[in-house]
C-alpha cells in the first residue's frame, strides 16, 4: 500500500483544495492530511481561521479523497509523521516549492501545482470587498 500525506489549513474549504486532495489520493491508495491546529495557524503563521479545527476537520473527513485528518501542530512533526505514518510521498502545493526538498531523504516529495483561479486569500478579499 502507497501511502500519501499533505498539509493545509483548509479554511474556506474550495474546489482548489478538492484538487488538491484528489492528485494527491492519485498518487498512492492512502491519502492523510495533516491538518494546522487553531492555535499552530495562529502561533507560528499569524492566521487566525474562520473555522475551527474540528468544523475543518470534520470538512476534510467527508471527503471520499480523505483516509485520515490527523493535527498539524508544528513545523518539525514532518519527519516524525513521515516515519510514524509510513509515508511514501509527501504532496504539497507548488507555492512551497523547494521548501521541502530535505524530506526526500525519507520519502518522496511532490510539488502539485494550484488551482490557478482560486485561494482562500483571495475569496477572504473578495468578501471584504462586497
Known amino acids: ?33 495533516a491538518l494546522s491546529t487553531d492555535e499552530f495557524n495562529w502561533n507560528a503563521k499569524q492566521k487566525k481561521c474562520y473555522f475551527s479545527y474540528e468544523k475543518r476537520k470534520q470538512l476534510l473527513e467527508a471527503i471520499r479523497y480523505v483516509d485520515l485528518v490527523i493535527p498539524e501542530e508544528s513545523w518539525e512533526q514532518k519527519k516524525t509523521d513521515i ?10 502545493g507548488d507555492d512551497w516549492a523547494g521548501k521541502f526538498d530535505f524530506l526526500k531523504e525519507s520519502c518522496e516529495v511532490v510539488y502539485l501545482p494550484r488551482t ?15
Not at 500500500?1 to 492512502?30: E, P, Q, S, W
Not at 516515519?83 to 504539497?92: L, N, P, R
Not at 490557478?116 to 478579499?125: A, G, L, R
Open 83 to 92: 516515519k510514524e505514518y509510513h509515508i511514501d510521498t509527501f504532496v504539497i
Open 116 to 130: 490557478p483561479e482560486v485561494s482562500t486569500t483571495q475569496i477572504k478579499k473578495d468578501l471584504e470587498n462586497k
Open 1 to 33: 500500500m502507497k501511502r500519501v500525506i499533505t498539509y493545509g489549513t483548509f479554511d474556506l474549504l474550495h474546489y482548489g483544495h478538492i484538487n488538491l486532495l484528489r492528485r494527491a489520493k492519485a498518487l498512492g491508495d492512502y491519502l492523510v492530511v
